[in-house]
């Protein structure tokens, strides 16, 4: 679990757990502007203006993020959005069906349809097709809804993999 | 069943026909057609960035993050990271990342044959001690990325490789963890149109 006490406003070093002055954090330091894009990228997301709110709902994509950072067993990212998935009013049934990645994701909600596509583009990108979005259309989600989720499921993928390749400096936190 | 050009790895340069609307063909209103319309411009990428704008903020946040990623000279631009996306794109089957990259390491290392047998074989074919190093830890990144320790980094140290460059080539192997998703997901690629000699 990511300490509470660890002194940072940088969300991929708050769950990895590390201080901002760290050695982790200063070796990523070294790329300063790398730092705050990525920051920028995750907000750009997760804390997103009105218009793009009203595409996919900010809960809607911390229950994606579960999904994917759960089908890598990357616990502490999938732990940091089940919090904002709880904080945003999510059900505990809601977390739990996003962390199950061995049952099939079912539903013909809106919510059921992005975790079945987090499903695909996480663990067999290549076999998406063009129909794969279409059924999203059926679901209601609109191009912009579609790019949005596609980007959340895209970050969360290389987001999980930061922390799992900063953590491997391990032993010098 | 015919193979198509997203099932064949290749160093030719591709183009990218997208699966969704670009955003200029859907009712933004007209102050976020002309943001969108400028920001698109007419490079051989215009279509995927058309694509990815119908979500303008998440695009261009993006950008910094891919433009940073591809241009850093700190540390300068290497074939090592190159192959990290390779490898990455290989494994994830992204045609078009792969062609994009591997033109890059050929470019970098001046290894096309090397390269060339790479997309044909795999991860696994065989390769000279850097080559298999920074191969074998963007796999590890790429398919099972929590298994990492810091283990799996003492093969690029002992071959010399500091922690920033290190960082360098994890960070860029991560990265095509996202651009594959979307390069595949969104559109598929095709071959270079043929241009009147």
Redesign the interface.
């Given at each position: 679990m990511t300490a509470i006490n660890i002194q940072t406003t940088d969300v991929v070093n708050a769950i990895i757990g590390i201080d901002d002055d760290s050695p982790i954090a200063q070796l990523r330091n070294q790329k300063p502007d790398l730092v705050r894009e990525v920051q920028e990228y995750y907000q750009s997301l997760f804390e997103p203006v009105a218009s793009s709110v009203a595409a996919l709902p900010v809960v809607d994509r911390y229950l994606v993020a579960v999904r994917v950072a759960s089908h890598t067993g990357s616990t502490a990212v999938a732990e940091w959005y089940a919090r904002l998935a709880a904080d945003a009013g999510a059900s505990p049934d809601a977390i739990g069906q996003a962390r199950e990645v061995d049952e099939r994701a079912t539903g013909a909600t809106p919510l059921g349809a992005a975790l079945r596509h987090a499903d695909l583009l996480t663990t067999r990108p290549s076999d998406a097709r063009k129909e794969d979005l279409q059924d999203l259309k059926k679901a209601g989600f609109s191009p912009a809804a579609i790019v949005s989720l596609s980007q959340t499921i895209a970050f969360v993928s290389y987001q999980l993999r930061l922390v799992a390749g900063l953590r491997a400096f391990g032993g010098q936190q | 069943m015919t193979i198509g050009t997203?099932d064949t790895f290749t160093l030719d340069f591709l183009e990218w026909t997208p699966?969704?609307?670009r955003?200029v063909d859907?009712d933004i209103d007209p102050e976020q057609r002309d943001r969108v319309t400028t920001a698109i411009g007419d490079g051989s990428n215009a279509d995927y960035i058309a694509?990815?704008a119908?979500?303008f903020?998440?695009?261009?946040?993006?950008t910094?993050?891919h433009r940073?990623?591809y241009t850093?000279e700190?540390p300068e631009p290497t074939a090592w990271r190159e192959l990290g996306a390779i490898t990455a794109s290989r494994i994830?089957?992204?045609v078009f990342c792969v062609s994009v990259h591997a033109r890059i390491y050929a470019n970098l290392s001046k290894k096309r044959d090397l390269v060339q047998r790479f997309l044909e074989d795999g991860v696994d074919t065989n390769l000279p001690p850097n080559e298999r190093a920074i191969v074998d830890l963007g796999a590890t990144?790429?398919t099972?990325?929590?298994s990492?320790?810091?283990e799996?980094?003492e093969p690029l140290r002992i071959l010399g490789f500091d922690?920033?460059a290190?960082?360098d080539v994890?960070?860029y192997?991560?990265?095509f963890?996202?651009?594959?998703?979307?390069m595949?997901?969104?559109g598929?690629p095709r071959l270079q149109r043929k241009t009147a000699a």
């Open positions: - | 997203r699966w969704l609307e955003a859907t694509v990815l119908n979500d903020e998440a695009w261009q946040a993006r910094l993050v940073h990623v850093s700190e994830n089957g992204c990144l790429t099972d990325p929590e990492l320790t810091p799996d980094l922690d920033l290190i960082l994890l960070n192997a991560a990265f963890a996202n651009a594959n998703r979307l595949l997901t969104l598929e």
